[in-house]
């Protein structure tokens, strides 16, 4: 049996996002354990649907020895400060070196890394990582569905195995396909060989949901090629677009026994989505045309209605405070609204001083440029610790740490909004239930996600509506301003090409 070093160091970087990840927000419980080392990567982490722990169980059953090194994860965000990367990435090849009669190493990464100094965090980590261990010791890598692979990344790793879901329901599993993987490498049923191909055009976030199509065709395709040439290992990458990087989008990895067989697989699956741009195109509504829409679902008997609140996703790098799709609830008379999480704690705080039943004026949330605190009397309706447990496929078994949370009362209790001190994605019921708030009672709900809510939402939603209010993660990718992504890659499917760094 195999002694594998296992370490984890993840970040979803968005480059226009306010508010970028210092060493704190790794080292801070939020949505994930804070930063674990050692023995305590194992343990902090089992039983919850992340890479590493999915990888750890797959080993330890098939009768590996770990070797557990560090692990840490940051809420999506604006750039990785150039300290916590270095303080994270030393702390892992410190302990790397430290290890004798290795084997492997697994690592589990995210793939969209940008730091203060490097395009490619994830590169780099890679390349260090490599320069410590030699090139004949397999390095292994599980990758979120939404990572920008780099070549860098593909160089440095004999493996890059991608999440198939979104809603990332399946990250132990990837794990585990990943210990799978790096079994066949170690006893040599697995291939060495990998093609890399890149899309050319940038895929919406919401046009990457699996359990929807485009992308559910997308991934029943890559079963199909798998299954037609045994011993291939693909992934399609759907990318993160709101990245300043040259490496920004999808792509695809596939790994094979022979270059011939690992080319025609990631020409195959990259033909396969290109052929098909057109549909990445997302169907979405101005936040005014949503909230009138979801008015008149609810008026037909629908219920609830969800109203997904894109572009402030804090799953995207969004500080989850902005208030334009409130506004619109608010301003069109919507009743039986629950809505969250909004991300105040100064809000929060207020409210456990006030205590409930306390009835104050307000500024809620717009701290994120662009945006303005909505002044307006709230009645607090429920207080909560915000020690919340996932109860959804997504957040599963996470501890998830919000810090105080209050349930605010609007428009005489016609909307009511879960604020929390800790921005997390709306992605699991219970937040809400924390605050005891149904969702499942509620006429509409307006979450701060992009798809990652349907995993716990979607069981109870009569309609889900795509909503666009202002916040720094939008829909259209030719509103941000690129200046480093590669020339020739289409901004939105079927539309207008990145020249170079000459675009303004």
Known sequence: MARIAVAGFQHETNTFAPTKADFDAFAIPGAWPGLLRGD??????????????????????????????????????????????????????????????????????????????????????????????????????????????????????????????????????????????????????????????????????????????????????????????????????????????????????????????AD?????????????????????????????????????????????????????????????????????GADNVLAGLLHDPEAAQAAHDAGEGAVLSIALGGRTPGDRPLETNVKVAALGNGQVTGVGPFYRGARLQLGSCALLELADGAVRVAVVSRKLQAADRAPFLHLGADPAAAAILALKSSVHFRADFAPIASDILIAAAPGPNPVDHTQLAYHHLRGGVRLMPNGPTFLGASRG
């Open 264 to 332: 025609a697989a990631a020409d195959d699956l990259a033909a396969y989505v290109t052929e098909r741009e057109g549909a990445f195109g997302a169907d979405i509504l101005h936040a005014d045309s949503a909230v009138a829409r979801a008015i008149e679902l609810v008026r037909g008997g629908h219920r609830p209605v969800v109203l997904a609140d894109t572009q402030d996703n804090p799953g995207a790098g969004g500080n989850g405070d902005t208030t334009g799709l409130l506004r619109a609830l608010l301003d069109q």
């Open 40 to 261: 305590e990567v194992i343990a902090g982490t089992r039983g919850r649907n992340l890479p590493i722990a999915g990888f750890c169980d797959a080993a330890e059953a098939a009768g590996h020895t770990l070797l557990p090194l560090s692990w840490t994860a940051a809420s999506p965000s604006a750039q990785v400060t150039d300290d916590a990367f270095t303080r994270i990435a030393n702390q892992i090849l410190e302990d790397l070196s430290q290890q004798v009669d290795l084997d492997a190493v697994y690592l589990d990464l995210h793939g969209a890394m940008v730091t203060e100094s490097l395009d490619d965090g994830e590169g780099e980590l890679l390349a260090q990582v490599r320069a410590l261990v030699g090139d004949q010791l397999p390095v292994v890598a599980s990758l979120d569905l939404h990572a920008n692979v780099s070549p860098a990344m593909v160089d440095r790793a004999d493996a890059l195995i991608a999440y198939r879901t979104y809603p990332h329901v399946d990250m132990a599993e990837t794990g585990a396909r990943a210990l799978h993987h790096l079994d066949g490498l170690l006893n040599g049923t697995a291939g060495r060989k990998t093609a890399f191909r890149q899309i050319p055009f940038l895929i919406p976030l919401t046009a990457g949901c699996t359990v929807t199509e485009p992308g559910q065709g997308v991934y029943a395709r890559l079963a199909e090629i798998e299954a037609a040439q045994p011993g291939v290992t693909l992934s399609f990458n759907c990318g993160f677009p709101p990245a300043d990087v040259p490496d920004a989008g999808g792509s695809v990895i596939a790994h094979a026994r022979d270059q011939a067989t």
